[in-house]
C-alpha cells in the first residue's frame, strides 16, 4: 500500500504547477493522467483490483460471521426454444441466467478510489455460489463469459446465457396440439439452508409474464414461466434450498395441420363418396382398393413426422389407424355388397326371412321409396320381349296340340297315321328347348333381382351406419383438440 500511496502522491493535482498543465484544477489533471499509455493508463482500476486481490481467499464463503446465509438472488428469462426431443425426453432451451449475493469481502470507499462503483473481475478470482440446474443431462454450448460485475458494497452479478439440456417429462398424447411444462430446478448441490439461500431477484409475477427477449418464431410458443421456492431434506437433518421454474410451451399445430390431417380428411371424404357409385358394379371395388392404398403411402410418408415414444402412441396416431380401418370396413362392406348383387345361375331364393327384414322393415325405416327399386329392375329391358317369345311359343304349342286332337277325333275307327313331318318335329323340339331355356333365365334374372333390391337396401343402411360412426369419431376428436388448442 505504500507504493499506491506514493503514486497517488506523485500524481497529485496539487503538487502540478500551473505552468506545466497549464491549471491546478483537479478534472484536467485526471483527464492528463487517464491520457496517459502503457501500465499506468487505468491506475485507478488496477488499484482497486489490488485492493480487493489482496488477502482474498475465494474457497472461503465472503461472510465475516459463518452463523450468517449467503442470500443468492437469481433469475431466468428464456431466450429460445432449441429442440424437443420426445423420443429421448430432452429439453433444449437457451436462457438468461442472472445471479447476485453480497461478498462482505469485496467491499471499497468509492471516494479512496475516484469514485470508482463498480468493478468487473475475473470469475476464477472471486467465490461463486455452486448452483447447479438439477435437470441437466448434457453440457450445452454455452458461451464463456469470464467476468462478474462487483459494486462498492460487495453485490457480486453474475450474468450469462445458457444454454440447458434438461431431461423433461414430455406427454405427446395430444400431438400437435400439445402443452408441454418442464421444470428447471436450481440449488446448490452442497451447501445447506444454512449456508446458502435462495431467493428471486424479481417478483413471481413479473417473471411468469415476462416475454420481452424470448424469440417467438419458432415452433413453440411460451405461455409463461412460473417460480416456486421450497426447501427439503434427504435424511431430515440437512435443509437444503431450491428454486423451481416451471417453463410452460405450447407448440403450433398449423403446420401439422395443414400436412397430416387435412391430407386424410380428403382422403376419408372420397371414400364417403365412392359410396354413392352403383353397388352392382366393380368400379366400386377397385376406387376402394386405391383408396386404401393410397392411405397407406400416405401413413408411409409421414411416420417420420410423428413423435416417437416407447410409453404411449399420440391421439392423432391412432387417429391414422381408426381410418386405415375404417377404409378397410368400407372395402369389406363393398365386396360383400357386389357378392349378393352377383348374377349367378345356381343362387338360390332370397329366404322370406330375409325379405320380410330387408325389404320391408329396413327399407320402411331406411325411407327408401319403391320407386328406387322400380328403376333397378328397369335396367332389365329385354324381359318383356323374353316374355312375349314365351307366350308365342305357348300359343305355337297349343295349337300344335288342337290339331292332333281333332285329326284324332275325325278318324275315329281309322288307322291313325301321324301327317306331322320329321323336320317339323324337329322345329317343335328345338322350339320347346328354347323356351325352358327362356324360362330358366327369367327366373335367375327374378332371384338375380331380388338380391339386387336386398344388395340395395344393405348398401344404404352400411352406407349410413358408416357415415354416423365417422361423424361421431371426427366430432370427438375435433373436441378434444379444440379444446386442447385453446385451453
Avoid at 189 to 201: E, G, V, Y
Avoid at 271 to 294: N, Q, W
Avoid at 396 to 412: A, K, P, Q, T, V
Wanted: charged letters at 20%; hydrophobic letters at 45%; proline letters at 5%.
Amino acid at each position: 500500500m505504500e507504493i499506491d500511496l506514493n503514486l497517488a502522491e506523485k500524481y497529485d493535482p496539487s503538487n502540478v504547477t500551473s505552468s506545466c498543465y497549464g491549471h491546478s484544477a483537479r478534472r484536467p489533471a485526471l483527464k492528463k493522467l487517464g491520457s496517459n499509455t502503457g501500465r499506468f493508463a487505468n491506475v485507478t482500476l488496477v488499484r482497486l483490483s489490488e485492493f480487493l486481490s489482496a488477502g482474498y481467499k475465494k474457497g472461503v464463503r465472503p461472510v465475516k460471521d459463518w452463523r450468517d446465509s449467503t442470500m443468492v438472488a437469481i433469475d431466468l428469462m428464456v431466450y429460445s426454444i432449441l429442440n424437443v426431443d420426445e423420443k429421448n425426453q430432452v429439453l433444449t432451451t437457451y436462457v438468461w441466467y442472472r445471479q447476485q449475493w453480497t461478498d462482505e469481502f469485496l467491499v471499497w470507499n468509492p471516494e479512496d478510489f475516484d469514485d470508482v462503483k463498480k468493478i468487473s473481475m475475473p470469475t476464477a478470482n472471486v467465490w461463486v455460489p455452486d448452483i447447479v440446474i438439477n435437470e441437466f443431462v448434457d453440457v450445452g454450448k454455452s458461451p464463456d463469459i469470464p467476468y462478474v460485475y462487483v459494486s462498492n458494497d460487495g453485490l457480486v452479478q453474475n450474468y450469462k446465457p445458457i444454454q440447458v439440456v434438461t431431461a423433461c417429462s414430455l406427454n405427446i398424447y395430444n400431438f400437435p396440439f400439445d402443452v408441454q411444462k418442464c421444470s428447471l430446478t436450481f440449488q446448490s448441490w452442497l451447501h445447506t439452508i444454512n449456508d446458502i439461500n435462495i431467493t428471486l431477484m424479481r417478483s413471481p409475477e413479473e417473471v411468469m409474464v415476462d416475454k420481452s427477449v424470448f424469440m417467438n418464431q419458432g415452433e413453440w410458443e411460451l405461455l409463461h414461466v412460473l417460480s416456486k421456492y421450497k426447501s427439503f431434506s434427504v435424511d431430515n437433518d440437512d435443509y437444503y434450498a431450491e428454486m423451481k421454474f416451471h417453463v410452460v410451451i405450447r407448440r403450433r399445430p398449423l403446420f401439422y395441420t395443414v400436412n397430416l390431417l387435412l391430407p386424410s380428411i380428403f382422403l376419408m371424404v372420397m371414400d364417403i363418396v365412392g359410396f354413392y357409385l352403383p353397388p352392382d358394379s366393380g368400379e366400386r371395388v377397385s376406387f376402394k382398393i386405391t383408396l386404401l392404398l393410397g392411405y397407406s403411402v400416405f401413413l408411409i410418408i409421414v411416420s417420420d413426422t410423428l413423435p416417437a415414444t416407447a410409453i404411449g402412441t399420440p391421439l392423432i396416431g391412432v387417429y391414422f389407424v381408426v381410418c386405415m380401418a375404417l377404409l378397410v370396413i368400407s372395402l369389406t362392406e363393398t365386396v360383400l355388397i357386389v357378392r349378393l348383387v352377383h348374377k349367378q345361375d345356381l343362387q338360390p331364393h332370397v329366404p322370406q326371412w330375409v325379405k320380410h327384414l330387408v325389404l320391408e322393415k329396413a327399407a320402411v325405416l331406411l325411407c327408401i321409396p319403391n320407386k328406387k327399386f322400380c328403376s333397378l329392375l328397369a335396367r332389365d329391358s329385354d324381359l318383356p320381349r323374353y316374355k312375349e317369345n314365351n307366350m308365342n311359343t305357348v300359343r305355337c304349342n297349343h295349337h300344335c296340340e288342337s290339331s292332333r286332337d281333332m285329326e284324332r277325333g275325325l278318324g275315329i275307327g281309322l288307322p291313325v297315321r301321324d301327317s306331322t313331318p320329321p323336320v317339323m318335329d324337329n322345329i317343335l323340339h328345338e322350339v320347346s328347348s328354347i323356351r325352358q331355356f327362356l324360362e330358366k333365365r327369367e327366373a335367375s334374372r327374378e332371384i338375380a333381382k331380388e338380391w339386387l333390391q336386398v344388395g340395395y337396401v344393405l348398401d344404404v343402411l352400411l352406407f349410413r351406419v358408416y357415415l354416423l360412426a365417422m361423424l361421431a369419431y371426427s366430432i370427438t376428436l375435433g373436441t378434444l383438440w379444440s379444446v386442447w388448442q385453446y385451453a
